[in-house]
């Protein structure tokens, strides 16, 4: 869900990345203005009911596997490690 919000607000993220990256630990106060406006759009997206539903609805696809004990998605393997 995060992801997807991320690239709908893809304008913003960027503008707040060019500005933390190009003022440094001044970036607190020097990027306010990117700050609230990643914020506000992030927020719109998370208080949008439609948009919750659908992830919602994803979500519990995902979890159908508790029912049928098939998985939908392919988890990764985890490889052992070597010592």
């Known amino acids: 869900m995060r992801e997807n ?3 709908r607000c893809s304008e913003q993220v960027q503008d707040f990345t060019k500005c933390c990256k190009d003022t440094g630990k001044l970036m607190v106060v020097k990027c306010q203005k990117e700050n609230s406006a990643l914020k506000e759009c992030l927020t719109t997206y998370y208080n949008d009911p439609a948009f919750y539903e659908e992830y ?3 979500y519990l696809k995902e979890r159908e596997y508790r029912n049928t004990g098939i998985p ?3 988890k990764l ?3 052992p490690t070597s010592m």
Do not use: N, P
Request: charged share 60%.
């Open 56 to 58: 919602k609805m994803e």
């Open 72 to 74: 939908t998605k392919k």
């Open 5 to 7: 919000v991320k690239e």
């Open 77 to 79: 393997q985890k490889l």
